[in-house]
């Protein structure tokens, strides 16, 4: 009940087209929804995060749809750049705690 | 603002040695803090976390050991590590306002 299941695993986009990763989870107490951007050698950092009271929230050329009673959640990145090109992982918590994370995914923007 | 610092960058240690990696949260005070394990291509895996100082649970048993010894400091220890430690070891924090943000990370390479 604690996964959260994400894809794909990997994913090549050419630039300007729009690269979309999907999570879904189980455990309906989660209520926050984060999605991290990792370059190779650094940390994870936050991208974008959504609460269950929205069903879309954009930053820029980045958005994350939820859909709260088909527990899934993804990332549209419009307009891909070679510079989006990083792994994302999306995760879930309650009330801004442990954070549950998906597999990850591998984007590479082929300019 | 907040930052979070990490150290050594990477290291490569023999197997049988000890290890000793540090992290610390400047501009936040009672952090919860964890230490996450991230294999070579795979998602982030939990070793530990602490919400207070003395306070550390543990979410895979392992070959590794954890500590905070002051409010803002975390450190991973291991009295003999094993081939299989190597990995990318990240801190992070996070508390009841805000989201988890991570370090740069440790590269252990075990030989």
């Known amino acids: 009940q604690q996964q959260v299941k994400q894809s794909p695993q990997s994913l090549i986009v050419q630039k300007g087209g729009i690269s979309i990763i999907n999570c879904a989870y189980e455990?309906?107490?989660?209520?926050?929804f984060p999605w991290y951007q990792q370059f190779p050698g650094k940390g994870p950092a936050l991208l974008i995060a959504?609460?269950?009271?929205?069903s879309e929230k954009k930053e820029g050329r980045f958005t994350i749809s939820f859909n709260k009673s088909a527990k899934q959640f993804s990332l549209h990145i419009m307009d891909s750049q070679p510079g989006d090109s990083a792994t994302y992982f999306c995760?879930?918590?309650?009330?801004?705690?442990?954070?549950?994370f998906g597999q990850g995914t591998i984007l590479t923007v082929h300019p | 603002s907040q930052t979070i610092h990490q150290w050594p960058a990477t290291l490569v240690q023999p197997v049988g040695s000890p290890l000793s990696l540090e992290c610390t949260v400047e501009?936040?005070?009672?952090?919860?803090l964890y230490w996450y394990r991230q294999a070579a291509g795979r998602g982030l895996q939990l070793l530990f976390y602490?919400?207070?100082?003395?306070?550390i649970s543990s979410e895979v048993p392992q070959n590794l050991s954890a500590s905070r010894p002051q409010d803002r400091q975390f450190i991973l220890s291991s009295k003999k590590l094993l081939l299989s430690d190597s990995g990318f070891y990240l801190c992070?924090?996070?508390?009841?306002?805000?989201?988890?943000?991570f370090g740069n990370g440790t590269r252990l390479t075990v030989t």
């Open positions: 501009g936040t005070s009672n952090p919860n």
């Open positions: 455990n309906t107490a989660f209520d926050y």
């Open positions: 602490s919400v207070g100082i003395g306070q």
């Open positions: 992070a924090w996070g508390s009841d306002n805000s989201p988890l943000h």
């Open positions: 995760a879930a918590t309650t009330s801004y705690g442990k954070l549950t």
């Open positions: 959504i609460r269950p009271d929205v």
